[in-house]
């Protein structure tokens, strides 16, 4: 699942910004993107990690399931979390343009 975080946060931004740091506070500390370059990074990144939250949420529930197996939820959640991020992005970037 971290390889997955990785690829899906670090990776597109890493080739876009480089190792430049203001362009990594203003994408990932900032709330308000300002081209859509900046939606296309940011969307998809916040949104595995609120899909890895969600995932993760129902796992307290109970142990004994073969459903909660640890990584199996809070990958999907992750997977999940970047595909509606990434339509989001789609949706936004192409109303700043």
């Given amino acids: 699942m971290l390889t997955a975080m ?4 670090f990776v597109p931004a890493a080739c876009v910004f480089g190792s430049s740091w ?12 300002n081209e859509s370059t900046d939606y296309m990074i940011s969307l998809p990144a916040h949104g595995a990690v609120i899909g890895v939250w969600f995932g993760a ?15 199996i939820y809070v990958t999907y959640g ?7 991020g ?10 700043v343009q």
């Fill in 6 to 9: 990785l690829v899906w946060q």
């Fill in 22 to 33: 203001s362009d990594w506070h203003q994408i990932f500390a900032r709330i308000k993107a």
């Fill in 57 to 71: 949420w129902p796992m307290p529930l109970d142990w004994e399931n073969p459903w909660q197996e640890w990584p």
């Fill in 78 to 84: 992750a997977i999940a979390g970047y595909l509606v």
């Fill in 86 to 95: 990434r339509g989001g992005s789609r949706i936004f970037s192409e109303g």
